[in-house]
């Protein structure tokens, strides 16, 4: 499993950033993927999940309306369409192989890429 997010970056309050996840070794088409974010001094937090092969997703309540996950099969790439960024969405945003809030702590997943939200 190799997973290479890239797209992080300082962006301004209310501004927009698209994340992307190049994912290989795996049956992407027949997978479920996630995002998941750490913030400075905190723990693991999912932020969404979306099933590849019916483009079911689901999200945190805190991202919900602003966040919008979505694949490119034909490329293995998942997506992250970050919008209305606040402060607090500041983190290292990782994309991992996996399903749902339970198991972010063992998902296999990538290196990372920081977002930060600040004037």
């Known amino acids: 499993v190799q997973l290479v997010e890239s797209g992080g970056g300082l962006e301004q309050p209310g501004g927009s950033l698209r994340l992307s996840c190049a994912a290989s070794g795996f049956p992407f088409t027949q997978s479920a993927m996630t995002w998941i974010r750490q913030a400075p001094g905190k723990g693991l937090e999912w932020v969404s999940s979306?099933?590849?092969?019916?483009?079911?997703?689901d999200y945190a309540d805190s991202v919900k309306g602003r966040f919008t996950v979505s694949t490119d099969n034909g490329q293995n790439t998942l997506y992250l369409q970050m919008n209305s960024l606040q402060p607090e969405d500041t983190a290292v945003y990782y994309c991992?192989?996996?399903?749902?809030?339970?198991?972010?702590?063992?998902?296999?997943r990538g290196q990372g890429t920081q977002v930060t939200v600040s004037s």
């Open positions: 991992a192989l996996g399903w749902g809030s339970s198991t972010i702590t063992t998902m296999p």
């Open positions: 979306i099933k590849t092969f019916s483009r079911y997703s």
